[in-house]
């Protein structure tokens, strides 16, 4: 093994402790980090204390354990300036959440990753758990991943899902590149995505694509419901729906230094 690849792989465990850490509100202790990752207790005390001294983690040596440490918090504020929502983005997805009567979303692509900017929702039209921001994952089975998708040919598709495979989330999850296929087509055809209860039990959403002056896709706007109320009122939201999703494309054009890029490059 190169130095190289050691370094790779030491940076790979870090970020494996970190997740381990993140897992549990109390941290977590050296054994249970052992345990977890399969990682002699040596090795993970000298990660640990690598992390601790760049304060990515904390030792709570009362309780004997170690927590996250304050250097993520200022990962998390640039991750939020970085994905920023321009004011005239939030007020189009307020906007959205009152004429439709569901909770709403802003969702913009990085790199092949969808991710959750913004969210707008009330108790009596609740978001679904756990989309808030910065949420990412489970395109095959979110309304907003087939958006993405769907700007996708056949070879791209195909080598994301090999990526990232399709993991069965319910018993409604597409879990084939076949019924995807198809799925994506009809996005394609329609100009909105549809997701009934295949992320989640107990909430279905519909999304459509933002886009730029070029028509390449920078997004996403979303409105996400019950199933009994999504099938009933899911066809009179569409053009409510695509209406929001032009008005933040065009103020994501107006917005200067705007932070979201195409899903085509």
């Not at 990962?75 to 009567?101: C, I, M, Y």
């Not at 709403?104 to 990085?110: D, G, H, N, P």
């Not at 195909?158 to 018993?171: F, K, S, V």
């Amino acid at each position: 093994m190169t130095a190289r690849d050691t370094g790779m792989a030491s940076v790979q465990k870090a970020f494996a402790l970190l997740d381990v850490v993140a897992r549990d509100p109390r941290g977590a202790t050296a054994k249970d980090i052992s345990t977890e990752l399969g990682m002699p207790l040596p090795s993970v005390y000298r990660l640990l204390q690598t992390l601790v001294a760049s304060e990515h983690v904390v030792h709570l040596r009362d309780q004997r354990r170690y927590g996250l440490g304050y250097k993520l918090h200022a990962l998390d504020a640039s991750l939020r300036q970085q994905v920023a929502t321009p004011a005239t983005v939030q007020r189009a997805v307020r906007e959205l959440h009152g004429s439709a009567d569901a909770a709403a979303y802003f969702a913009v692509y990085r790199g092949d990753a969808v991710v959750v900017a913004h969210v707008v929702d009330s108790p009596r039209r609740p978001r679904i758990d756990p989309m808030d921001f910065g949420f990412t994952g489970g395109a095959h089975a979110t309304a907003f991943g087939k958006i993405l998708l769907s700007r996708m040919d056949d070879d791209e598709v195909a080598d994301y899902l090999g990526r990232h495979g399709m993991r069965p989330l319910t018993d409604r999850t597409l879990t084939t590149p076949d019924e995807l296929g198809r799925e994506l087509g009809r996005v394609r055809a329609e100009g909105v995505a549809v997701e009934r209860e295949e992320f989640v039990p107990g909430a279905s959403c519909l999304a459509a694509p933002v886009v730029d002056s070029a028509g390449r896709t920078l997004g996403s706007v979303a409105v996400s419901l019950r199933p009994t109320d999504f099938e009933r009122r899911h066809r009179a939201i569409a053009p409510v729906l695509r209406d929001a999703a032009d008005r933040v494309g065009r103020a994501l054009r107006a917005a200067e230094g705007c932070p979201v890029r195409s899903a085509t490059g």
